[in-house]
């Protein structure tokens, strides 16, 4: 089966302060139709959402989470915190996301996706970049399938680069892969995404950082539908 795809293509731009990233990206994705990349704030971007990462119980004192809270104000927090409390319980799972309203006129959305559990967590041994960037997009299909045509365009940060101290490289490659296989997959919730994902890139999970490489796309998607 096909993978139902949004009926307006979606703007992606990948932007960051970190140099060392936005080169990363520039070579991880440099054979992908329909990426922006540039260096410079998320706060810069006029967007339809931004994608945060952040942690599981959406404390946002940290890293790109504490930019946006204090630019957007504290009651996004309590926005983000209330949707992970009424949709997982008070916890979010690395590998899922919540699009709340911002607040602003820009962003009219925030995605909070966690790339770790709990504040200042490193992760550059895990794929939690890959979930996290592919949980993202889950939520903007999800939005996008509640009310057509609210997220048109998007932007993201490197995942997982600063405060989970993920190399630039890793960070770039996973991003691509997290992203290729949400775009090559259909899932049925998150729970299959992050089974399907993890299954997907164990081989690069066992594998020394240093030698992590993006993972080639599958060749042909699962049959499900995304909800």
């Given at each position: 089966m096909a993978?139902?795809?949004?009926q307006?293509?979606?703007?992606v731009v990948l ?6 990233v ?9 054979d992908?139709?329909?990426?922006e990349i540039r260096?410079g ?12 990462p952040?942690n ?5 004192n940290?890293?790109v989470?504490?930019v946006?809270?204090?630019?957007l104000?504290?009651?996004?927090q ?8 009424d ?8 590998g899922?996301a ?14 909070s996706?966690?790339?770790m559990?709990?504040s200042?967590q490193n992760v550059s041994?895990?794929?939690n970049?890959?979930l ?6 889950q ?13 048109e ?8 680069a600063?405060?989970?101290?993920v190399p630039a ?6 991003m691509w892969?997290g992203?290729?296989?949400f775009?090559d997959y ?7 995404l992050?089974?399907?994902i ?10 020394p950082?240093e ?6 796309p ?10």
């Open positions: 993978v139902n795809r949004e307006t293509p979606l703007k932007t960051d302060i970190n140099t060392h936005v080169e990363a990206w520039r070579a991880a994705f440099a992908t139709p329909g990426i260096k704030s998320i706060l810069d971007e006029t967007v339809d959402a931004w994608v945060s952040t599981s119980r959406g404390l946002m940290g890293g989470d504490a946006i809270k204090h630019y104000g504290a009651g996004i309590l926005r983000v915190q209330r949707a992970i409390r949709q997982f319980t008070g916890s979010l799972p690395v899922s919540v699009c709340v309203s911002s607040g602003a006129v820009n962003p009219k959305f925030l995605i996706t966690p790339t559990e709990s200042s041994e895990t794929l970049v890959a996290a960037c592919a949980a993202a997009f939520a903007i299909h999800r939005k996008n399938n509640e009310a057509p045509g609210s997220i365009s998007v932007a993201l940060v490197g995942m997982g600063q405060t989970g101290r490289r890793v960070c770039a490659n996973l892969s992203y290729t296989l775009n259909s899932f049925e919730d998150y729970d299959d992050r089974g399907t993890t299954a997907q890139l164990d081989d690069i999970e066992n594998a950082v030698k992590r490489v993006r993972i080639a599958p060749k042909r998607p699962r049959p499900a539908s995304r909800r």
